[in-house]
């Protein structure tokens, strides 16, 4: 069941995803100072292997040494140069592609080419700056700020059942998938919390027919919202029939968390996959996308075949079905743009009510009064209470 059943109000106005001084808002209050998901440990397979990125405006080279995952600001202590410009690649040292200056786990230089150079040397002013790195599962995750809870505290309730759900080698990574588009972060990730858009925009994948109510279970907090929906269409019992095969234990459950701002969680039986929307601008964002199929405790040739053949299909599924909501994106962008409508939520998309208070909220900016509005006596949190 839904937690309302009454209309809520579109808390947020046009100009929220478009204002050029609310977007530094977002990334000050939102982004920077949390965990956010940047790679999988699948992706570093190697010791040595790196990748960067800009990440909120800082550029990030995460590296794998050992079994260890490792996060340094991009940029060499000697004059600035970038470490690497490369996206992806591997070094048996971390060392700058400028000078050669190379430099140990904890960011210290270990080696200084023509040394005597640079006598007196402070060797601890000229440590790399580094972020803070946490695993849950295959799935790793960065954090540029040092008072922060641990990732377990952040990603709580969900870090067990994510651990279980993105886990080597039970769970494997069958798709890396970055893409950008031409809208505010907010539009695709409102987008991901409500299936009211499923018939209009994936009629080939979902029927003429909404999501039942009654199959529906919303967790509404502050943190985050969580959707559990229990199903026995054919695509629940084939996906449940595979991963038994294979030595999972189905639920025929489809689970849905968004962690606050921009990570979503989605499982079923035999696929899962983690989606976070990296704004860029105002108006664009890039949208990362890893997809896990399962491959389960059978082996042999026929079960990593199987597991093969259900990797395929369910990586084409997710990927048609995340096409066919990327093309609705920019036209919701300009939609939001020009509009003067206030808006609207319904009961279905009651998810999006509370991901937009918490922006507010976190943003310290008053929620629009309006005391008209009915409460549901189903309600789990009062509209108007302070976030905890």
Not at 37 to 59: C, N, V, Y
Not at 70 to 83: K, P, Q, T, V
Not at 142 to 164: D, G, H, I, M, Q
Not at 277 to 302: D, E, H, M, Q
């Amino acid at each position: 069941m839904f937690s309302h059943q009454n209309s809520l109000r579109h808390l947020l106005k046009p100009e929220h995803y478009c204002s050029p001084s609310h977007f530094e808002l977002e990334l000050d209050h939102l982004f920077r100072p949390h965990w956010q998901f940047l790679a999988t440990k699948s992706e570093l397979r190697h010791d040595g292997d790196f990748m960067t990125l800009e990440w909120f405006g800082r550029p990030i080279l995460l590296r794998r040494s050992a079994d260890n995952y490792l996060a340094y600001e991009n940029i060499c202590s000697h004059r600035h140069c970038m470490l690497s410009n490369q996206e992806r690649g591997n070094q048996p040292r971390l060392k700058c592609q400028y000078h050669g200056w190379e430099y140990d786990d904890q960011g210290h230089t270990a080696k200084i080419p023509d040394a005597r150079c640079f006598r007196p040397w402070d060797r601890d002013n000229s440590r790399l700056n580094m972020y803070r790195v946490e695993a849950c599962g295959d799935l790793l995750f960065v954090c540029l700020n040092p008072k922060a809870p641990s990732l377990r505290e952040w990603l709580s309730p969900f870090f067990e059942e994510t651990e279980l759900r993105f886990q080597s080698p039970m769970w494997k990574l069958v798709h890396r998938w970055d893409y950008d588009c031409n809208a505010n972060w907010k539009v695709p990730a409102e987008n991901t919390l409500e299936s009211y858009h499923v018939t209009a925009l994936h009629p080939t994948s979902f029927g003429d027919t909404l999501p039942a109510e009654e199959k529906s279970e919303h967790q509404l907090e502050s943190r985050f919202t969580a959707l559990t929906f229990s199903s026995t269409m054919r695509i629940e019992r084939i996906q449940a029939r595979l991963s038994r095969w294979l030595g999972g234990q189905p639920t025929m459950t489809y689970l849905h968390r968004h962690i606050h701002p921009n990570t979503i969680l989605v499982s079923t039986d035999s696929l899962t996959y983690v989606v976070m929307y990296l704004p860029t601008s105002p108006t664009t964002v890039r949208i990362r996308v890893r997809i896990f199929a399962i491959r389960g405790t059978r082996r042999g040739p026929l079960a990593s075949y199987v597991s093969w053949i259900g990797g395929r299909i369910g990586r084409a599924k997710a990927v048609q079905i995340h096409s066919e909501d990327r093309a609705i994106y920019e036209s919701q962008q300009k939609g939001l743009e020009y509009s003067r409508h206030p808006g609207v939520i319904g009961a279905r998309e009651e998810r999006i009510y509370y991901f937009q208070k918490y922006i507010l909220e976190s943003l310290g900016i008053p929620l629009p009064p309006d005391n008209s509005l009915a409460k549901s006596p189903l309600s789990t949190l009062d509209t108007h209470s302070p976030v905890d």
